[in-house]
């Protein structure tokens, strides 16, 4: 749910964003998507946490140079 809804709500704004060559968008991830230990018995929500870290690099290569 986490990755799902910032997914489908980045897809326009990024796109805009691109068009006029400026903003911002901010993805909240959390410690369990980074540290697999502190993770370990909420596997689900660190899973949908480390795909927004993962959403969110892609988009800042997918910006770089270009805003």
Known sequence: MNF???Y????P???HML???YG???LVGA???LEPAAGQYMIAYA???SL???LADMLNEAARGKM
């Open 24 to 26: 911002r968008i901010v």
């Open 19 to 21: 068009e006029s060559g």
């Open 13 to 15: 704004l990024f796109q």
């Open 52 to 54: 927004l870290i993962k």
């Open 4 to 6: 799902e809804t910032a």
């Open 31 to 33: 410690r369990p998507a």
């Open 8 to 11: 489908y709500l980045t897809r």
């Open 47 to 49: 899973l949908s946490k």
